[in-house]
């Protein structure tokens, strides 16, 4: 695998269903983002970590929790989630978070019934 | 705050024709500017950067200057394909702390035979 890898690509799930989004970079990158691309709005950052710490949370819901366990893996934890958390989520890396240049996924397609 | 304009889409090009997509920005410092391409059903791709004034990003036929004095990084290309068509992101990512990539709401470029 090269690059930015998600897991799962598609995902539907209910209000009240617990589930996680899995990002993977293969870059040897320090900084990891998650974004929200809604059909309405433009891209958002939702969180930023460097070196496995949270160095940004931009004003998100506590139904969405990220988890970083090392500088190459990335984890997004949804619950009772709404419908208009409906989106594609995007996870990017970077060299590091002073560093312009950020790699993306090719995203996970999430749908909440 | 930061923020970044685009030229509302969708735009419709026949073969082999001139583009152009208009962005402008909005920002403190010295921001460096980008511009991304999503492909139906993927994530972002960097297209290409300029980091600083009078900077010439260009990529697979895709040029885009930086212009301080205008606030502007428009994207052009002088020949189009249909595999050109996609959605296109400026973005800027701001100066100072951590990195953050501003975006613009995509252009969807859609180029017929």
């Known amino acids: 695998e090269t690059g930015v890898t998600q897991t799962p690509r598609h995902l539907v799930m209910g209000m009240t269903n617990k589930k996680s989004l899995k990002c993977e970079q293969h870059?040897?990158?320090?900084?990891m983002y998650w974004y929200k691309q809604s059909a309405k709005k433009p891209l958002e950052l939702m969180f930023v970590?460097?070196?496995?710490?949270?160095?940004e949370n931009n004003s998100v819901p506590s139904r969405f929790s990220p988890e970083c366990p090392n500088s190459s893996h990335l984890f997004l934890h949804l619950h009772t989630l709404q419908p208009e958390d409906s989106a594609l989520y995007l996870c990017?890396?970077?060299?590091?978070?002073?560093?312009?240049?950020?790699?993306f996924g090719p995203g996970t397609r999430l749908t909440v019934l | 705050g930061d923020s970044v304009t685009q030229m509302e889409g969708p735009v419709t090009l026949s073969e082999e024709a001139f583009l152009t997509i208009n962005c402008t920005y909005t920002?403190?410092?010295?921001?460096?500017l980008f511009w991304y391409v999503q492909y139906p059903g993927e994530g972002l791709q960097l297209l290409l950067k300029?980091?600083?004034?009078?900077d010439k990003g260009s990529n697979k036929g895709f040029e885009a200057t930086y212009r301080k004095e205008t606030t502007s990084f428009h994207l052009e290309k002088g020949s189009v394909q249909v595999s050109d068509s996609a959605v296109y992101f400026c973005?800027?990512?701001?100066?100072?702390?951590?990195?953050?990539?501003?975006f613009g709401a995509g252009t969807r470029l859609a180029v017929h035979p």
């Open positions: 990017a890396s970077s060299q590091d978070p002073l560093t312009d240049t950020q790699y």
């Open positions: 870059l040897g990158h320090n900084a």
């Open positions: 970590y460097s070196l496995e710490e949270r160095v």
């Open positions: 920002a403190t410092g010295y921001p460096s």
């Open positions: 300029a980091t600083k004034a009078d």
């Open positions: 973005a800027l990512s701001t100066s100072g702390g951590y990195n953050k990539l501003i």
